[in-house]
């Protein structure tokens, strides 16, 4: 992938063919997002970077079974909610 604007969804698409550069811009477009997010759940910084580390860990790892039938990112603050609180 080369530096132009991918939308989630491109960059979701990416990720599902093992592109790991796809990966590595999701991350850093939701990173910070996804851990004041957390941080909102749980009021613990190193808890909430844990727990979104664990997310994109599992996306990785599932990206070939994960099917996003909306949007990308309310999938991922979705999937953040509930590691969370689980």
């Known amino acids: 992938m080369s ?3 991918y939308t989630d969804g491109e960059l979701f698409d990416a990720l599902k063919k093992g592109d790991y550069v796809g990966y590595n811009k999701l ?4 990173y910070v997002r996804l851990c004041r997010y957390v941080y909102t759940l ?3 910084t190193e808890d909430a970077e844990d727990v ?3 997310l994109f ?3 990785w790892k599932n990206r070939k079974q994960i099917e996003i039938r909306e949007n990308v990112e309310g999938y991922l ?3 953040a909610k509930h590691l969370a609180l689980n």
Do not use: D, T
């Open 27 to 30: 991350f850093e477009r939701y």
């Open 77 to 79: 603050f979705r999937m």
């Open 42 to 44: 749980l009021e613990n």
């Open 3 to 5: 530096n132009a604007c």
């Open 57 to 59: 860990l599992r996306l």
């Open 52 to 54: 979104v580390q664990e």
